[in-house]
């Protein structure tokens, strides 16, 4: 698939991404503030970037008795869910900071956590974002053989057992994104079907300095300092936690019951809505009540106000919700949300059971 056979979105008169952009946009001039972060993410993000290095250098040069060490890689699993989360998500987004340089840095972090911030923009930013739950683009929902999350995808005999095995595959998400995926995009120059963007000599020294950096840092030194069994243990415990928080909360955003997975046209290749409101029929929310969750993951259970506003920082999604929420009322389309995380989990699970069952 290239770049000029991808779906369109119809261009409409009574556009309601214009309409929820001007009302938003006036909610941040009325009040003279800044869409983008502000010191609390700045805090936010200080003390979740030194906890990484805290607990790390703790691990690896003051290593405590093992029941207390793997107990710290489950914590340092859950920093670099949270950093990818609070840090490296706006940042990519350009929300975090209204300085490009700070956006950039922040954008950086996720270099520390050994994934590569090309590939991320890409897969993210630019395809899932635009492209979000249409089988065949959206590489969110594609998931080899092993997970059916589209009904328009191949149902297999495998399918129906999918909701009892999807907490392994979704534990190996990390380690697999590591050690496979961003070298599966770099050395194919594709993501899914869709041809990567050309890239820099900058690029391409990243990605290859980046993936040096986290073997050296999080594989050989860890065996040099503290033999394989101590090391493979505590990598492992690490990595499947973060790959579980992180996979679980994405998951919960589009891939449970009532969110669409609409196809275009074939005639015309255009989505039978415009963007805005193919977003919120693709997306839902969870736990938006909780403050203590928001703040753990970055907003991100405010989905719907990320995709309709992903240049807008986390830190505003509870005020503007309030807006979208009531533009939804206006124009007869369903806000989804889960009151809780409980409950967005086991939409998840229901979801796969359904799929895993029925074409």
Request: aromatic share 14%; net charge positive; charged share 15%.
């Amino acid at each position: 698939m290239s770049l000029y056979n991808l779906p369109k979105f119809p261009v409409v008169t009574k556009s309601l991404h214009t309409d929820l952009k001007k009302r938003v946009q006036e909610y941040f001039d009325q009040r003279g503030i800044n869409p983008t972060g502000n010191s609390g993410l700045f805090t936010k993000a200080i003390l979740l970037v030194s906890s990484f290095f805290i607990v790390y250098i703790h691990l690896l040069f003051f290593t405590p008795v093992n029941v207390l060490a793997i107990l710290e890689c489950f914590i340092l699993g859950g920093i670099i869910a949270a950093i990818g989360f609070n840090v490296m998500h706006d940042g990519s987004h350009g929300s975090f900071s209204e300085k490009k340089w700070l956006n950039r840095i922040a954008a950086s972090s996720i270099s520390m956590l050994g994934a590569n911030h090309f590939m991320w923009n890409m897969k993210h930013n630019m395809i899932h974002h635009t492209f979000t739950n249409i089988d065949g683009v959206d590489p969110d929902i594609e998931v080899a053989i092993l997970l059916r999350m589209a009904p328009t995808q191949k149902r297999t005999w495998l399918h129906q057992f999918q909701h009892v095995y999807f907490w392994f595959l979704y534990m190996m998400l990390y380690i697999v994104w590591l050690f496979a995926t961003d070298y599966k995009k770099y050395f194919s120059q594709k993501i899914g079907n869709i041809p990567l963007k050309k890239m820099s000599l900058g690029d391409h020294l990243e990605f290859w300095l980046v993936k040096i950096y986290h073997a050296a840092a999080f594989v050989a030194l860890p065996i040099f300092l503290l033999g394989f069994t101590k090391w493979i243990i505590g990598f492992l415990v690490m990595t499947m936690f973060a790959g579980f928080v992180l996979s679980i909360v994405f998951q919960m955003a589009h891939t449970v019951e009532h969110t669409h997975f609409p196809l275009p046209v074939e005639d015309t290749n255009r989505m039978p809505d415009e963007f805005a409101a193919h977003q919120i029929k693709t997306t839902a929310n969870f736990a938006t009540r909780n403050k203590v969750i928001s703040w753990l993951v970055g907003g991100l259970n405010f989905q719907i106000e990320h995709h309709l506003f992903p240049k807008i920082s986390h830190v505003h999604y509870p005020a503007i919700s309030e807006i979208v929420r009531a533009v939804c009322s206006e124009y007869q389309l369903q806000y989804l949300e889960y009151p809780t995380m409980r409950e967005a989990v086991s939409a998840h699970v229901r979801f796969l059971r359904q799929m895993g069952k029925y074409d």
